[in-house]
């Protein structure tokens, strides 16, 4: 079973590679071959996987089912893997196409800037760090069942209406976004 879904980030967002751009910027976006930015499975399966642990946390959903999709550990203490596998989310084909035929790419990003202020409401020295983040975009992903497990749909659509957010500075206003089954 598939189950196939859109992130529609409504603000700026940053999902790191872990590099920077020297002068240009402290920290660049995750990008593909291609200079496109794409969201790794791994991450989406962490960000689903807190927010059903947040859900269980309230007694909604059952961490036996988290356990069964994620997987988890036995009571002895042994490893198993989850029955679902998560596909990385990226642009639609059709616009992958566009962007990369008409060299558009660069324009998916730009820089924003932050700076450390100090007790007297001034700039503190050496502070100044640079960001790229991607514009407002439309990503497509899905998530794979290798086996059947009952009530699954439900379950991570319930995970995506939790999802609010995703990548860096998530209380700064970056990330905001929202989840649905396509």
Not at 155 to 161: I, S, T
């Amino acid at each position: 079973m598939e189950i196939k879904y859109k992130i529609e980030f409504l603000s700026d967002w940053h999902i790191g590679s872990g590099l920077d751009a020297g002068a240009d910027a402290d920290n660049i976006v995750l990008k593909d071959a291609n200079n496109l930015p794409y969201i790794p499975g791994k991450t989406l399966k962490g960000l689903l996987k807190d927010a059903l642990n947040e859900i269980a946390s309230v007694g909604k959903v059952k961490k036996d089912m988290i356990d069964s999709l994620f997987g988890g550990t036995g009571k002895d203490k042994s490893t198993f893997s989850g029955k679902a596998f998560f596909n990385d989310a990226v642009l639609p084909e059709d616009e992958q196409k566009e962007i990369s035929q008409n060299n558009l790419s660069e324009f998916l990003y730009r820089n924003i800037a932050s700076t450390s202020i100090n007790e007297r409401g001034v700039a503190k020295k050496n502070s100044l760090r640079t960001m790229q983040v991607t514009l407002p975009a439309v990503l497509h992903s899905s998530i794979i069942l290798k086996e059947s497990v009952p009530d699954a749909e439900q379950l991570f659509e319930q995970a995506f209406k939790w999802l609010r957010y995703a990548g860096v500075n998530r209380n700064r206003g970056l990330g905001r976004c929202k989840v649905s089954i396509i």
